[in-house]
Structure formats: structure tokens, C-alpha cells
Nanobody, 122 residues
Framework: QVQLVESGGGLVQAGGSLRLSCAAS????????MGWFRQAPGKEREFVAA????????YYADSVKGRFTISRDNAKNTVYLQMNSLKPEDTAVYHC???????????????WGQGTQVTVSS
């Protein structure tokens, strides 16, 4: 069992930056791939970024590539999402998730956090 708690969301102007954190409980954190997903009002949840359990591989959605960076600190049981050059279309609730597979599909992730709101004003 893994419990995930996101933090770091907020209101930022377009072009600004935020860093989201996802703190995980449990001693098995290092065995899980971690992903970030987001859901905007009226839209389906979409993949943002993912990182392998070792941190050696990362994947990004085309819409955030070059602007967002996912990383993890296994000693702190935490995964991060550094978001730069934010755009109004990045506005959404951001969720972190843990799963056995490094995948872009949300069905591959078994544990989810409650989410943190990111709002980007124009």
C-alpha cells in the first residue's frame, strides 16, 4: 500500500514556474514507477510525465516537453514536477500516481493522490 500526498500547487501568471511535490508513504516507494497526470474542468484526465523507479528513464507528454521536468528523490520518498514557462492551458488539478509499469496510461497506475490545483492566469 502506498499513500500519496501532493503539494506545491497555486496561482501563477503565464510564463511563471511552480514545483509540485508528491510525498509517498511506505517502504516500497523505490519499486514503483511514478507518474503525473492532470485534469482540467470538463476534460478527461491526461498524462503529463512519468519516471522509472530508478529515475533512469522519463517520459513526457508532447504538450509539456521542454517545459516540465519530472524527478525523484528515493531517499525522501518524493517525486517532483518542475513546471516552467507555464501557460493558461496548463491549468488543472495535478495528480501523482504510483504503479509497476512506466506508462502513459492512467490504468497502469494503482495508487493516486488527491491532487493539487494549478491555475495559470493570462
Amino acid at each position: 500500500q502506498v499513500q500519496l500526498v501532493e503539494s506545491g500547487g497555486g496561482l501563477v501568471q503565464a510564463g511563471g514556474s511552480l514545483r509540485l511535490s508528491c510525498a509517498a508513504s511506505g517502504r516500497t516507494f523505490t519499486t514503483y514507477a511514478m507518474g503525473w497526470f492532470r485534469q482540467a474542468p470538463g476534460k478527461e484526465r491526461e498524462f503529463v510525465a512519468a519516471i522509472r523507479s530508478s529515475g533512469g528513464s522519463t517520459y513526457y507528454a508532447d504538450s509539456v516537453k521542454g517545459r516540465f521536468t519530472i524527478s525523484r528523490d528515493n531517499a525522501k520518498n518524493t517525486v517532483y514536477l518542475q513546471m516552467n514557462s507555464l501557460k493558461p492551458e496548463d491549468t488543472a488539478v495535478y495528480h501523482c500516481a504510483a504503479g509497476w509499469l512506466l506508462d502513459t496510461r492512467d490504468s497502469s497506475y494503482d495508487y493516486w493522490g488527491q491532487g493539487t490545483q494549478v491555475t495559470v492566469s493570462s
